[in-house]
């Protein structure tokens, strides 16, 4: 069976068995689908995200989206200055920059421990708050999602 294969830019013509020409035919399949998976995901992103991006379509949160989390944002802010500006700091290396608590001791002068209780005392200030926030007045201990109630503690 005669193929074409391409040499320095040239084609020439070359005589191959069934099985080579059927594993040339396989080659050229599967290098078809890498380089469509890859103009898929050129930039890491998934599909969708791809077509958004060659269409120049802009998909934006809704309206209403973007109010429940700019009220959510101004409750966490609002939950974060109950506590003091030590224990504000603390935890904030410790959810945000995702910093140890003995490497948080360091920077503050102080044991793990300390760090460890004023960590705590900003979740159990951030339970109490939330469990107690003007937004739990109809649905005590638990929040409406869809059609499942989901609890939190």
Request: contains cysteine; aromatic residues 10%.
């Amino acid at each position: 069976m005669k193929v074409f294969i391409k040499i320095g830019g040239q084609a020439v013509s070359v005589e191959v068995t069934v099985e080579v020409c059927e594993y040339l035919d396989q080659s050229e399949h599967k290098a078809e689908n890498l380089a469509h998976e890859k103009r898929r995901h050129w930039d890491r992103r998934e599909f969708d995200e791809y077509i958004v991006n060659r269409e120049g379509r802009c998909y934006s949160e809704t309206p209403e989206q973007w109010l429940c989390r700019k009220e959510t944002l101004q409750e966490i802010i609002a939950a974060l200055e109950s506590c003091t500006e030590v224990q504000r700091q603390r935890f904030l290396l410790s959810a945000l920059e995702v910093l140890s608590y003995s490497e948080i001791g360091k920077l503050f002068g102080c044991s793990k421990y300390a760090v460890r209780d004023s960590i705590e005392a900003v979740r159990k200030k951030c339970r109490d708050f939330f469990g107690n926030g003007p937004h739990e007045r109809s649905f005590p201990n638990h929040c409406i999602y869809g059609t499942r109630v989901l609890k939190y503690s």
